[in-house]
Structure formats: structure tokens, C-alpha cells
Antibody, heavy 120, light 108 residues
Framework: QVQLQQWGAGLLKPSETLSLTCAVY????????WSWIRQPPGKGLEWIGE???????NYSPTLKSRVTISLDTSKNQFYLKLSSATAADTAVYYC??????????????WGQGTLVTVSS | EIVLTQSPGTLSLSPGERATLSCRAS???????LGWYQHKPGQAPRLLIY???SRAAGTPDRFSGSGSGTDFTLSISSLEPEDFAVYYC??????????FGQGTKLEI
């Protein structure tokens, strides 16, 4: 069974770049899409963006100018970078797998979540 | 962008009762593209239902999804203690790819 394990810096200063890594165990990056989702404190889920196993990306229009998602197939990992962080980016960040063989690409496996706080 | 509105915001029920959660879309949604997730505090969200009514692997059969067009429903036939959580509906689209409702908190 696939497992997603994520890590990254939990405390940032405003204007710094948020960086997170998600490692995929028990499965390959191939044939799936890989997403990042976040949940600000007390709020709902917000999709950030996704990357396919071949490297094509889609980003949320509201974050597109600041987001970069990439992957390294040799390490079976994918990454999130969010530049120019502000307090509004404080959230629990999740990585997740999307099933590309299904029309709706449902997110069937998730990482454990990483709390990222942006504060001076 | 399609907006999903869930109701009620909070639903207070007891174990053994039936729960009915609603998700209304601002525009018509293909049934293939509507899903439901369960989220417990301190845990990752869990996929329950995709394609409006297909249960994900491991989803108990007391969970069922239905609906079409702009109105979708998640039903839990007989609540178990572990079912008390926040539930999100989610729509898959073009831009953004995934849109979530604001959530319904199911509490005892």
C-alpha cells in the first residue's frame, strides 16, 4: 500500500520561500498525478497544484504566480515551493495522490500533513 | 470557478442515527467529478466517495453518495462513533482542478 511521507521547514519569516518534500513509498510516481493541498487554521481545504508523472503541472489560479511543483523520479519524491510567503500562507500542507485512470482524479492517498507558520 | 456550498455547517446526531449531508454547486457538475472526503483532527483527509456514488477502497457500505446536476448528498445510514468528523465535498474541474466545499462538521 502506498504511503506518502512529507517534511519541510515549519517556521518561516514573511517573504521567505516555503519548501516541502513528499516522498512516495510502496509505489511509483508513474501513472498518477501528485497534488499539494493546504488547510489554513479554522478553514477548509484549498488545492494548490498538481504535477503528473511526466512533469506537466497545473496550479490554482490564485497561487499560480508564486507556486512551483516539481518531481524527482529517481528519488520517488515531489516538491512544493511557494515564494514570497505571508501570514496568509500559514496552514497545514498536505501532499496527495490523484488517480489518473479515473475521470475525477480522486485523491486517494494523503501525507500526514505539515504545519507551516509564517511569522516575523 | 464552480463554488460548492455544504449544508448544514454543523450536524448534531447520535450513534445509530442516519446522517444526510448536502452539497450544492453553483453550476451543474458532471456526476463523474463529485467526491466526498472525511477529515478527522490531526489526521489526513480520507477519500470516501468518488464519481458521486462509488465507494473508495475501505469505505464502509453505510456510506452512500447520490445526486446530479447541482445537488449532491452524502448519507450515512447508521452512525458509528468513528464517523464523527468533518466532511468535504469536492469537485474536479479545469481551473482550479479541485474545489472543495467549506465542510460539514458531524458532531455527537
Amino acid at each position: 500500500q502506498v504511503q506518502l511521507q512529507q517534511w519541510g521547514a515549519g517556521l518561516l519569516k514573511p517573504s521567505e520561500t516555503l519548501s516541502l518534500t513528499c516522498a512516495v513509498y510502496g509505489g511509483s510516481l508513474s501513472f498518477y498525478y501528485w497534488s499539494w493541498i493546504r488547510q489554513p487554521p479554522g478553514k477548509g481545504l484549498e488545492w494548490i497544484g498538481e504535477i503528473s508523472h511526466s512533469g506537466s503541472t497545473n496550479y490554482s489560479p490564485t497561487l499560480k504566480s508564486r507556486v512551483t511543483i516539481s518531481l524527482d523520479t529517481s528519488k520517488n519524491q515531489f516538491y512544493l515551493k511557494l515564494s514570497s510567503a505571508t501570514a496568509a500562507d500559514t496552514a497545514v500542507y498536505y501532499c496527495a495522490r490523484g488517480i489518473s485512470s479515473l475521470a475525477a482524479r480522486p485523491l486517494d492517498s494523503w501525507g500526514q500533513g505539515t504545519l507551516v507558520t509564517v511569522s516575523s | 470557478e464552480i463554488v460548492l456550498t455544504q449544508s448544514p455547517g454543523t450536524l448534531s446526531l447520535s450513534p445509530g442515527e442516519r446522517a444526510t449531508l448536502s452539497c450544492r454547486a453553483s453550476q451543474s457538475v458532471s456526476g463523474d467529478y463529485l467526491g466526498w472526503y472525511q477529515h478527522k483532527p490531526g489526521q489526513a483527509p480520507r477519500l470516501l466517495i468518488y464519481g458521486t456514488s462509488s465507494r473508495a477502497a475501505g469505505t464502509p457500505d453505510r456510506f452512500s453518495g447520490s445526486g446530479s446536476g447541482t445537488d449532491f448528498t452524502l448519507s450515512i445510514s447508521s452512525l458509528e462513533p468513528e464517523d464523527f468528523a468533518v466532511y468535504y465535498c469536492q469537485q474536479y474541474g479545469t481551473s482550479p482542478r479541485y474545489t472543495f466545499g467549506q465542510g460539514t462538521k458531524l458532531e455527537i
